[in-house]
């Protein structure tokens, strides 16, 4: 029974490639954590702010849209001075605000679904079902090096459970974005945080 519903949710064929892919263990070097922009959803913003106590303007940044992004679609947020993406924030040495000294991330329980996935991409079809897995990009076009080897890794169910959690969180934000670009008054990072239900003291700066 648990089966078949698996099978009916998940489309996705499971071949030797895959499975070599879910049996990756992370070598814990934490380049992932240092080198990359983890993209955030509402929810994880949600979860992190519950976890940490941390006000939202506070955990995430705003980076701005260039002509080589033109090609990305439904997550740009229009703002009074230009199309920004949302991401998790970073130190000032572009460590990610959550990375400890030992390489562990502090929030780990609260991490966002992005960082659960890594070093996994997750490809969809225009149903919005997953039809296959992927090394992540920034590992093969070598933006970052991954020290991952093979292991006992996770299992397909607990790994597909996670990406369709993940997907379908991602396009409820998507949508929230897609509202909040249909308006006329367009804000600021603080208002669009606000927007999505966020408190945000009167003292913080806005940029
Ligand atoms: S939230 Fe944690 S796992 Fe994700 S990038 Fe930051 S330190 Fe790494
Ligand atoms: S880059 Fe790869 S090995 Fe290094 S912490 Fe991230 S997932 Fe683990």
Redesign the pocket.
Known sequence: MHAIISLVIFPMKINKRISKLLKQE????????RDIQVDITDRDLKRLVMLTGISADKLVRLYGHNKDDNDVEGDWINLSYGKRAIVLNKKRNGDCIFLGSN?GCIAYKARPMTCRI??ICVVYDEDHDIVNLEKSEV?TDKT?????SPGTGQTYNNFMSTAKKARVEHAAFIKKIDRWNARNNKGNKNDFLQFLGFKILPDCIQK
């Open positions: 992370c070598g814990q070097c934490s380049s992932c954590c390489n890594f070093p590992i970052i090096t991954c020290k991952c």
